[in-house]
Structures are given as structure tokens and as C-alpha cells.
């Protein structure tokens, strides 16, 4: 099987980016119901390996949290572009969740990821020079910023590399936690006494 860890966006945010897949001929754009943002690539794991993946990162504890979506730029250079992507604004919370996905994969029996996170959402691949048309497509949509949304959970996505394209099938959700209404009534128990 091949592995990924991911964040999955909401449809109606789906359904705006697909508004930025359009506009430069040369692209291979990734299909709408596959936009997501990988918190880490596994690659190739059998069924043992997925397993105790699956354990480590069932016990990756950590609380809901809002992203947004802003800016478009490219991975490579020039007619060497490989890829283009939507950015996502900084988030420490986000950091956090990947700095736990990661200590829960080496957990796992699994490599250490030795690139440094970039958090994005890739909407094309290129496999030859994109030209001009991908310096306009930064260019015209360089203010986009999406409204921001929670993410309540994160998913271990198997990932099928067909003629087609690549076939994402989320195997396992694991939840993020709510604001408690312990943590409520400690804020007003706190206020109480300061009073
Ligand atoms: P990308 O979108 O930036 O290409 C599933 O393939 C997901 O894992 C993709 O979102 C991809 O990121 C990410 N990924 C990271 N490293 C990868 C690799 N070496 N091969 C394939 N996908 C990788």
C-alpha cells in the first residue's frame, strides 16, 4: 500500500480552488475530489507497517484548529516547474500537529522525513515546460486567500497510482478534540477568583 498523511479540505473550499485550475495549457491538474494538504508522504508499507502506523497515530492528541488557504506559487523554476500550489497562512498549531504526525511515523518503525515541511495544496504537476502561461496564472491570482476553516481531524490516506491519475481512499479519520467545557469552566473559575 501507499501511505499518506493528510488534512482533507471541505467541498465548498474544493470547489473555489477549482476556480484556480484553469489557465495554463501545459497542466496536469490534480481532480477536484483529490485536493488536500499532506501533513507526510509514507510511500510504500505493508500490512504490518499500516498497522502499527495506524496505533501511533491513534494516539496523536491534539485540538481542532483554523487554517486558510492564501497565495498560489510553484515548486522548481522556470521551465523546470514542477508543481503549483495554493499556500497555506502560518499556523503554529499546524506545525504542531505535523511535529506529532512525524514523532508517530518514526514511532511507527518509519524513516525520518528529511525534507522540511512546506504546507500547500498542490493543484498541477508538470511533466514539460509550462511557459509564460504559468508566470501569468501566479501573477493574476498572487491575492488569493480563501476563507479559513477547522480542521477537526486528520487522515491516513492510501493512494493508488492509476492510468487515469491517483485514486486517494481515506483508510482511517482520527479526530481532533473539541474545546472541552471543563476548559470553560476553568476560564470562568479563573475569572472568579481574579475578581
Ligand atoms: P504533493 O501534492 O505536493 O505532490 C500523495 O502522493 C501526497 O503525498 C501528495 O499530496 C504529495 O504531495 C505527497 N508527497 C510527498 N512526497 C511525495 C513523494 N516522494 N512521492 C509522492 N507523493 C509525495
Known amino acids: ?30 481532480d477536484p475530489d483529490n485536493l488536500h494538504l499532506t501533513l507526510r508522504f509514507i510511500g510504500e508499507a505493508d500490512g504490518a507497517q499500516a498497522q502499527d502506523l495506524d496505533a501511533a497515530l491513534t494516539q496523536v492528541r491534539a485540538a481542532r484548529f483554523d487554517v486558510t488557504l492564501a497565495g498560489v506559487d510553484r515548486f522548481g523554476q522556470g ?25 508517530a511515523v518514526q514511532a511507527a518503525g518509519f524513516a525520518p522525513e528529511g525534507r522540511k515541511f512546506k504546507p ?10 509550462p511557459g509564460h502561461r504559468l508566470d501569468d496564472h501566479l501573477a493574476h491570482h498572487a491575492a488569493f486567500r480563501a476563507e479559513s476553516f477547522e480542521v477537526r481531524e486528520f487522515v491516513l490516506y492510501s493512494s493508488l497510482l ?30 472568579k477568583l481574579k475578581n
Open 1 to 30: 500500500m501507499r501511505l499518506f498523511v493528510a488534512i482533507a479540505l471541505p467541498e465548498d473550499l474544493r470547489a473555489r480552488l477549482t476556480g484556480l485550475q484553469q489557465g495554463v495549457p501545459a497542466a496536469r491538474w490534480a
Open 79 to 103: 521551465r523546470k516547474s514542477r508543481a503549483l500550489w495554493v499556500g497555506v497562512e502560518p499556523a503554529p498549531e499546524l506545525d504542531r500537529l505535523r511535529r506529532k504526525v512525524e514523532q
Open 120 to 129: 500547500h495544496v498542490t493543484l498541477a504537476r508538470f511533466k514539460g515546460d
Open 162 to 191: 492509476a492510468q487515469a491519475g491517483a485514486i486517494h481512499t481515506p483508510e482511517v479519520v482520527y479526530p481532533l478534540s473539541p474545546p472541552t467545557r471543563e476548559l470553560v469552566e476553568n476560564a470562568t473559575n479563573t475569572r
